[in-house]
């Protein structure tokens, strides 16, 4: 099992950017994979990003697509979302999860996850 936190949420102008960090403890980080999720007032929580293992393959909501970045850091236990041009409809409180599954396709399915951080505000004002 891992425990997660989020950080590096904040306020940002449209166009602007952010990295979002997202650090475990426990045992077995690098055996997960890792997954970003958003969920903004009156919205379901929606699938952002998602990093196989060893971070060498990687799913992206089309929205976010060439915008955002997952990257991870096995030896820092670390997984990482560089947001770039960000707009307004990208504000949401941002999750990071853990799954031991390895199919990319159910990897945007949020029920796929089984340990969740506790979220970091982003806000994007235009």
């Known amino acids: 099992q891992v425990q997660l936190v989020e950080t590096g949420g904040g306020l940002v102008q449209d166009g602007g950017s952010l990295r979002l960090s997202c650090a475990a403890s426990?045992?077995?980080?690098?055996?997960?994979?890792m997954g970003w999720f958003r969920q903004a007032p009156g919205k379901e929580r929606e699938f952002v990003a998602v990093?196989?293992?060893?971070?060498?393959?990687?799913d992206y909501a089309e929205s976010v697509k060439g915008r955002f970045t997952i990257s991870r850091d096995n030896a820092k236990n670390t997984v990482y979302l560089q947001m770039n041009r960000l707009k307004p409809e990208d504000t949401a409180a941002y999750y990071c999860?853990?799954?031991?599954?390895?199919?990319?396709?159910?990897?945007?399915?949020?029920?796929?996850?089984?340990?969740w951080g506790q979220g970091t505000q982003v806000t994007v004002s235009s």
């Open positions: 990093s196989s293992w060893s971070g060498g393959r990687t």
């Open positions: 426990g045992r077995g980080f690098s055996t997960y994979t």
């Open positions: 999860a853990a799954s031991k599954a390895n199919v990319l396709r159910l990897l945007r399915l949020a029920g796929t996850y089984t340990n």
